[in-house]
């Protein structure tokens, strides 16, 4: 029996190529306090701060902060390298550890008075000096 002429070819299933393969499908609402990644090969770090642990030293973070940008528009001595470092350690630690301790911040008015006649003509100055005083009774 030999076969006779071939039958009509059923069309191709219609389907995505290879490359357009549908994957699948994340929503996202919304995200707070967590870190996460997406996709191949990726790596995640999330480094979670303390902040300040009362009023007083969220106070003394903001002085601090501001009292940093105010010297960056001062031409550096060795004065000020001694204060930034010890402002730069405070903020430090009171992002890290929720309060500086206080030989820490007694360090940051040491290097406040020896900074003095800058700092005493800055409103930040004046107020990381108020923010300390109130930390360390004086």
């Given at each position: 029996m030999t076969p006779g002429p071939p039958g009509p070819t059923p069309a191709p299933t219609p389907g995505p190529a290879p490359d357009e393969r549908p994957g699948p499908t994340v929503?996202?609402?919304?995200?707070?306090?967590?870190?996460?990644?997406?996709?191949?090969?990726?790596?995640?770090?999330?480094?979670?701060?303390?902040?300040?642990?009362?009023?007083?030293?969220?106070?003394?973070?903001?002085?601090?902060?501001?009292?940093?940008?105010?010297?960056?528009?001062?031409?550096?001595?060795?004065?000020?390298?001694?204060?930034?470092?010890?402002?730069?350690?405070?903020?430090?630690?009171?992002?890290?550890?929720?309060?500086?301790?206080?030989?820490?911040l007694g360090r940051l008015q040491r290097a406040l008075d020896a900074a003095g006649a800058l700092t005493g003509t800055l409103a930040s100055g004046v107020a990381v000096a108020e923010a300390l005083s109130a930390l360390l009774g004086g």
């Open positions: 929503r996202i609402g919304s995200v707070t306090g967590s870190a996460f990644a997406v996709g191949d090969h990726n790596t995640v770090t999330q480094h979670q701060h303390a902040g300040p642990a009362d009023e007083t030293q969220a106070e003394v973070l903001r002085a601090v902060r501001e009292l940093r940008a105010d010297l960056a528009r001062f031409v550096t001595t060795d004065t000020t390298e001694v204060l930034d470092a010890e402002l730069v350690s405070v903020a430090d630690e009171i992002e890290t550890a929720g309060a500086a301790e206080p030989g820490r």
